[in-house]
């Protein structure tokens, strides 16, 4: 005998309450927050990934009150996220302020890409449409992978960055803009996407309109860093203080290289020479950069053994 209509009704029901359940706690809290406009702004100039975010966010005119603005990161970009910081716009031009605003990881599930959510605290609530501006820096380390691995003294150091041409976002985001600037005009390769522009050490990507919330668009850029990767592998710190209140601290700091590894003969000399031209010439002299590199490699060839 099938069962009746009140048997099969009541799991029915229960099995769309628990869906409905999973599927709203997945979803942002303020899904009435839309970004009107973003612009990325990524540092490569130095050993470790600064990137910068403008945000201009609106609240939809039918939604409740907006307590959070969301921030996605992927699950590598959490692994090396080293610190985030937000503040909040107040005001307009000269009398335009800066609130700071704390920044904490989500309890929301993750996005359908795996990305881990981080949570801006607004302080005062975004009321139904009205906007503000989020200025966002987080800095990330041990992003930029040295390819070739090993280099010559002679040799460029070359590095690996990927990231996406879009801003990953739980939400909508009308328009937005990439800027990823490099420390000299040594650019390898970079991927090309529809529209992409290069303007000396710079390269932008966009203007992009209308991407859905979730938006990647992966890209690798390959380009000359030859600043010192220093990694602080152990840090011991000793604090004495005498019978007389006087104070001695002492720190011993175990430092590597976290770049691409060295190969082959090393020349105090030499690197004694490139250390005097890059003082005179200066590091953004492309020309004089490529003399002491011939001058170095010239060097290092008639020596035949380090010294």
Same mark, same amino acid.
């Not at 501006?133 to 150091?157: C, M």
């Given at each position: 005998?099938?069962?009746?209509?009140?048997?099969?009704?009541?799991?029915?029901?229960?099995?769309?309450?628990?869906? /409905?359940?999973?599927?709203?706690?997945?979803l942002?809290?303020?899904?009435?927050?839309?970004?009107?406009?973003?612009?990325?702004r990524?540092?490569?100039?130095?050993?470790?990934?600064?990137?910068?975010?403008?945000?201009?966010?609106?609240?939809?005119?039918?939604? &409740?009150?907006? /307590?959070?603005?969301?921030?996605?990161?992927?699950?590598?970009?959490?692994?090396?996220?080293?610190?985030?910081?937000?503040?909040?716009?107040?005001?307009?031009?000269?009398?335009?302020?800066?609130?700071?605003?704390?920044?904490?990881?989500?309890?929301?599930?993750?996005?359908? %890409?795996?990305?881990?959510?981080?949570?801006?605290?607004?302080?005062?609530?975004?009321?139904?449409?009205?906007?503000?501006?989020?200025?966002?820096?987080?800095?990330?380390?041990?992003?930029?992978?040295?390819?070739?691995?090993?280099?010559?003294? &002679?040799? &460029?150091?070359?590095?690996?960055?990927? !990231?996406?041409a879009?801003?990953? /976002?739980?939400?909508?985001?009308?328009?937005?803009?990439?800027?990823?600037?490099?420390?000299?005009?040594?650019?390898?390769?970079?991927?090309?996407? !529809?529209?992409?522009?290069?303007?000396?050490t710079?390269?932008?990507y *966009?203007?992009?309109? %209308?991407?859905?919330p979730?938006?990647?668009l992966?890209?690798?850029? +390959?380009y000359?860093?030859?600043?010192?990767?220093?990694?602080v592998e152990?840090?011991?710190?000793?604090?004495?203080?005498?019978?007389?209140?006087?104070i001695?601290?002492?720190?011993?700091?175990?430092?590597? +290289?976290?770049?691409?590894?060295?190969?082959g003969?090393?020349?105090?000399?030499?690197?004694?020479?490139?250390h005097?031209?890059f /003082?005179?010439?200066?590091?953004? %002299?492309?020309?004089?950069?490529?003399?002491?590199?011939?001058?170095?490699?010239?060097?290092?060839?008639?020596? *035949?053994?380090? !010294?």
């Amino acid at each position: 005998m099938p069962p009746s209509l009140p048997a099969l009704t009541t799991p029915v029901l229960l099995l769309f309450f628990l869906l /409905s359940s999973v599927s709203a706690s997945s979803l942002p809290l303020e899904d009435g927050i839309r970004v009107v406009s973003a612009e990325k702004r990524i540092d490569l100039t130095g050993p470790i990934v600064k990137v910068f975010l403008t945000l201009k966010v609106e609240n939809a005119l039918a939604a &409740s009150d907006a /307590s959070q603005v969301l921030l996605a990161f992927t699950p590598t970009e959490v692994e090396h996220l080293a610190i985030v910081k937000a503040t909040r716009a107040e005001g307009k031009r000269k009398k335009k302020t800066y609130l700071p605003l704390s920044v904490e990881a989500s309890d929301l599930a993750a996005t359908p %890409n795996g990305a881990r959510l981080y949570s801006v605290l607004l302080g005062t609530p975004l009321k139904p449409a009205e906007a503000t501006t989020l200025e966002v820096l987080y800095v990330l380390t041990h992003s930029l992978e040295p390819f070739p691995a090993e280099i010559s003294q &002679s040799e &460029s150091q070359l590095v690996y960055y990927r !990231d996406s041409a879009v801003l990953l /976002s739980p939400y909508h985001v009308l328009e937005q803009v990439t800027y990823i600037k490099m420390p000299s005009n040594r650019i390898e390769s970079f991927t090309r996407m !529809d529209p992409t522009n290069r303007a000396g050490t710079e390269v932008k990507y *966009g203007t992009y309109n %209308n991407q859905v919330p979730n938006s990647y668009l992966p890209i690798l850029v +390959h380009y000359e860093n030859n600043r010192p990767f220093a990694i602080v592998e152990e840090l011991v710190r000793k604090v004495e203080i005498s019978h007389w209140g006087n104070i001695q601290i002492t720190e011993q700091y175990k430092l590597k +290289h976290g770049g691409a590894r060295h190969k082959g003969v090393f020349s105090r000399l030499s690197a004694r020479i490139l250390h005097l031209l890059f /003082s005179l010439f200066g590091s953004k %002299n492309i020309p004089a950069i490529q003399q002491m590199r011939l001058l170095n490699f010239q060097l290092t060839k008639a020596m *035949g053994s380090g !010294d």
